[in-house]
């Protein structure tokens, strides 16, 4: 059976771990002849995606909204070169709205949330239109992605040109402990419940034995997680921390972290284990807006974990939103206020988007929305209760200029190709 794995073009580019697991897993089970491919196409144009795809069986798309078209119009040059073949899609967009997926002929079938074992359903025939994934409760047990199939070098390389360093990255837990409005976490993971669907985490010798081996072989300057919320408990933080330490592998490494879920104890462990950076998504200055965001944490919470880190020599990255429905000019002016207190070492502010899988999406509200062109940094039509779309982004302006001189690559890409209207 002939496979491609198609991964839609995206301005932000990095590798696809799903893919990488998927590929690795059917490998492994598959009972039958496999030949699997894999295209980028932010690497491989339209014009080689269909010359090599136009013989497969079967062409699996991973998409997220701003991607979703894309694959589209792919799926669509596909289909009329060779109406056989069989049109697959998963990801983000497709398992927040499948009914709206469904709605394409293009598409043959969907899965919805984790696609390991959907997929190899479909490789042994199972040709139900809509297959939902099933959790893996050990993540231990499933093989580690397989980065020679997604040509993780390329990802890695192109990383060294623009920031000089050898980076990937990894995932070291499913789920997420929250239920943030503006975040579609849920769609892929399902809604956290503590007996029913737990945060799975990989054991820290199996995640380590990955990143090491990766590291040999990719000739890495740091790693990163891909993971929400990394430290789903300081005890596996300080766990990890030990192991790492223990093998004397000293590869720093960043994370993204929930602030409620700290100690400073964890800190001197991920301090001593060389952690380099943590990204904290802080959203917002005002006790308000951060109670309806429904995240969970305080501004108190906040400035002790900028602090430990600090004190510890940790790099400190913050994460800001502006646009929450009921904010107003005092609030993103609280906002302000509470980046210069904090002081972290890279800002980065984006508007509201309201995704499909978040609280805020409306299907017939957003229907004349083009996602290829939107995403959380820019929009021409996100605004609040009492904010315009063009307040917010002179807004956004506004705290650019402030921090212009901690601004994440995000932001700064954004000023440069004057995508913000002053």
């Known amino acids: 059976m002939k496979v491609t794995l198609v991964q839609p073009k995206y301005f932000n580019i990095w590798e696809s771990i799903a893919f990488g697991y998927l590929g690795s897993y059917v490998k ?167 007996k029913d669907n737990p945060i799975r985490s990989r054991s820290p010798k199996n995640l380590l034995d990955e990143v090491v081996s990766v590291s040999e072989r990719y000739k890495l300057d740091k790693f990163k997680f891909v993971d929400s919320t990394w430290n789903v408990s300081t005890e596996r933080v300080i766990s990890f921390c030990k192991e790492k330490i223990s093998r004397c592998f000293d590869l720093p490494f960043e994370c993204n972290i929930h602030a409620a879920l700290t100690n400073q104890e964890m800190f001197e462990w991920m301090a001593r284990a060389n952690c380099h950076q943590i990204n904290v998504g802080v959203e917002s200055g005002s006790p308000a807006i951060m109670a309806k965001n429904r995240k969970g944490i305080s501004c108190d919470k906040v400035e002790k974990v900028f602090k430990w880190a600090r004190d510890v020599g940790i790099e400190r ?48 509200k957003f229907a004349g929305v083009n996602w290829a062109k939107t995403d959380e940094y820019i929009n021409d039509f996100w605004s609040t209760k009492y904010l315009t779309n063009q307040e917010l982004k002179n807004w956004q302006q506004r705290l650019c200029n402030r921090f212009k001189d901690k601004m994440a690559w995000h932001n700064k890409l954004l000023i440069n190709e004057e995508a913000i209207e002053i």
């Open 317 to 364: 990255r913050a994460f800001f939103q502006i646009g929450m429905i009921d904010e107003t000019d005092e609030d993103i002016e609280m906002t302000e206020e509470f980046a210069e207190r904090i002081q972290p070492d890279v800002f980065g502010v984006t508007i509201t988007c309201p995704y499909p899988g978040t609280d805020y999406y409306d299907r017939e």
């Open 28 to 194: 492994r089970y598959y009972k039958g002849k496999l030949d699997i491919s894999y295209f980028q196409a932010f690497f491989d144009d339209d014009k080689i995606i269909i010359e090599e795809s136009i013989n497969s069986d079967i062409v699996a798309f991973s998409c997220t909204t701003p991607t979703f078209s894309h694959a589209l119009g792919l799926a669509r040059s596909l289909k009329r070169e060779n109406s056989k073949i069989h049109i697959v899609f998963g990801g983000w967009h497709v398992s927040a709205v499948p009914e709206e997926a469904l709605e394409h002929p293009e598409i043959d079938q969907i899965v919805i949330g984790e696609g390991e074992e959907p997929f190899l359903d479909i490789l042994n025939g199972n040709r139900n239109r809509v297959l939902r994934g099933r959790a893996v409760s050990d993540l231990d047990s499933i093989p580690f992605p397989d980065r020679e199939l997604i040509r993780n070098h390329r990802e890695i390389d192109l990383c060294y040109q623009i920031a000089k360093e050898r980076i990937t990255s990894f995932q070291s837990n499913r789920g997420c402990p929250f239920s943030c409005v503006f975040c579609a976490e849920k769609v892929i993971t399902g809604k956290f419940h503590r």
